[in-house]
Every structure is written in structure tokens, then in C-alpha cells.
């Protein structure tokens, strides 16, 4: 089982979207048995799949351990792709995070998941907190979507830096360009200073994502945005492969 967090403290790069079709990749190219556990109130990615609304508030029950993460866990669209959704109920987290003495309480979460599910992909909410760090504990491979600009830059530096101060994390971290556009010329630049960084195209055909509320393979496999998921996904794997 690996858990792969798709973080960073900057908000709007692309990570719900490419949670949701990173997901897809792993259920669908690869057909592992695949979670997407969404940690973001906002419910970007249950959205983006298509999800109703949730019935109550429950999400934050399964960190104080009044419910079991299981219970929540519902199937979605895609085969083999199951969704853990968020609520409003989990913006009280950091500060439960904050208080409660254990830093691995969602890293354990995940393990219990680990007889059920091959991938565990998480869409993260854009902070740096104590939810980041318990997130950070709990994951193999953080993909840092980010543009490319100077700014976005420092967010990976400041994702670094955190992990860094960890204890016992173990996390390898990988940079994803998010949103290229190859006729501008800084994004151009940055991306041949950056060669080993996986490249994900701005696309109108990802912006449809959001409108049809379905993982772009679902609607149009073949388009040069759903193989750059697709190569993206690839890459993970491998990377997990080294980290094993
Ligand atoms: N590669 C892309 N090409 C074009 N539009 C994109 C691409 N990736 C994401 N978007 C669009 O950019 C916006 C932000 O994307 P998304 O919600 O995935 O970002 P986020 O990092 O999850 O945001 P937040 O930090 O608020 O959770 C959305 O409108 C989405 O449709
Ligand atoms: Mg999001």
C-alpha cells in the first residue's frame, strides 16, 4: 500500500484536479484498489467525481475515533475508485490536530486502510498546519503541484523545509508542473531549467473536469491532457518502486 499526498500550501495550482485523475490512473490504467481521501472542506474532489453532498457532518468522527473511516467510505463512479469525503466538520481539525498528543493519528488511519486499498491518494487543503504535518507523517510520495512561477517556487522550498523538521517522516517529494502553457515563454523556461519535473498542460479539456464532474479518461481518454495524467501516473509508480 502506498499513500500519495497531493499537497501544498498554495491554493488553485491543480491538486483536487489532479487527485481525482491521479485516482483514475491508479483504479482504471492500473486497476489497483484505489481511495481517494479527501481532507480539504471545500470537497474539491468529491466534486470533481460527481459527488452529492455529504448527509451530515461525520468526517471529523473519524479522527476522534467516535466512527471508523470505513464507515464513510463510499463507492464512486469509477470502478474500483472509492471516496473518503470531507465535510465542514473537519475545519475544526487543526486545532483538534493542535491539541491532541498523538502527530501519527492520521498516518494510523491510513495503515488500518492498508488490508483494503493498494493506493491512497489524498487531496489536501492549502495550508501549512499541523493537518499538513499530520499529512506529511502519514505519506510515501507528496506530488507538489506547482506553476511556474518564482512564487510557486517558494512553496516547494517551504514544503521542503517543513518535512525536513519531521520526525520520522519518510516521504519522497516530487514537483509536478501544473498548468503549462508552452507558448509563454517563462513557462517554457522554467520547465528546461526544471527537466525531470512531470509536465501537466493548462487544458481546456482538464477545465471540463470541473463543468462534466468526471476524471478527464472518462470523457476523453486519448487527448494529449488525459496522457499527460496518464505518463504522470506512470512516473509515480515507478518512483513508488524505488521507495519500496
Ligand atoms: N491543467 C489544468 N488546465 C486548466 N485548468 C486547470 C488545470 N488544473 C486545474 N485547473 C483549473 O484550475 C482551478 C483550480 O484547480 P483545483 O481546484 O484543482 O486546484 P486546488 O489546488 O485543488 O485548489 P485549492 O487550493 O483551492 O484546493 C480549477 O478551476 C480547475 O478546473
Ligand atoms: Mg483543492
Given at each position: 500500500m502506498a499513500v500519495i499526498a497531493i499537497f501544498s500550501?498554495?491554493?488553485?495550482?491543480?491538486k483536487s484536479t489532479m487527485a481525482v485523475n491521479l485516482a483514475w490512473c491508479s483504479a482504471t490504467i492500473s486497476n489497483k484498489r484505489t481511495l481517494l481521501w479527501?481532507?480539504?472542506?471545500?470537497?474539491g474532489a468529491a466534486y470533481l467525481l460527481g459527488e452529492d453532498e455529504p448527509?451530515?457532518?461525520?468526517?471529523f468522527s473519524i479522527f476522534s475515533k467516535d466512527r471508523s473511516a470505513k464507515s464513510l467510505i463510499t463507492a464512486t463512479e469509477v470502478e474500483g475508485l472509492d471516496l473518503l469525503p470531507a465535510d465542514?466538520?473537519?475545519?475544526?481539525l487543526d486545532s483538534y490536530f493542535s491539541q491532541l498528543?498523538?502527530?501519527r493519528r492520521l498516518a494510523k488511519i491510513a495503515e488500518e486502510l492498508q488490508s483494503e486499498y493498494q493506493i491512497i491518494i489524498l487531496d489536501c487543503p492549502p495550508v501549512m498546519n499541523e493537518v499538513a504535518r499530520q499529512i506529511m507523517r502519514a505519506a510515501d510520495l507528496i506530488i507538489v503541484p506547482l506553476s511556474p512561477s518564482p512564487l510557486a517556487r517558494r512553496s516547494l522550498d517551504l514544503v521542503r523545509l517543513e518535512l525536513s523538521r519531521i520526525v520520522k517522516a519518510h516521504a519522497a517529494i516530487l514537483p509536478v508542473f501544473s498548468?503549462?502553457?508552452?507558448?509563454?515563454s517563462l513557462h517554457r523556461d522554467a520547465c528546461a531549467a526544471q527537466p525531470d519535473w512531470p509536465i501537466i498542460p493548462m487544458s481546456s479539456a482538464i477545465e471540463q473536469v470541473a463543468v462534466r464532474?468526471?476524471?478527464?479518461g472518462a470523457f476523453q481518454r486519448s487527448c494529449p491532457a488525459s496522457v499527460a495524467f496518464m505518463n504522470l501516473w506512470k512516473g509515480i509508480e515507478a518512483k513508488l518502486k524505488t521507495l519500496a
Open positions: 500550501p498554495k491554493g488553485g495550482v491543480g479527501e481532507l480539504d472542506p471545500q470537497r448527509l451530515g457532518k461525520q468526517a465542514n466538520s473537519i475545519i475544526e498528543g498523538k502527530k498548468m503549462i502553457d508552452r507558448r509563454r464532474r468526471a476524471p478527464i
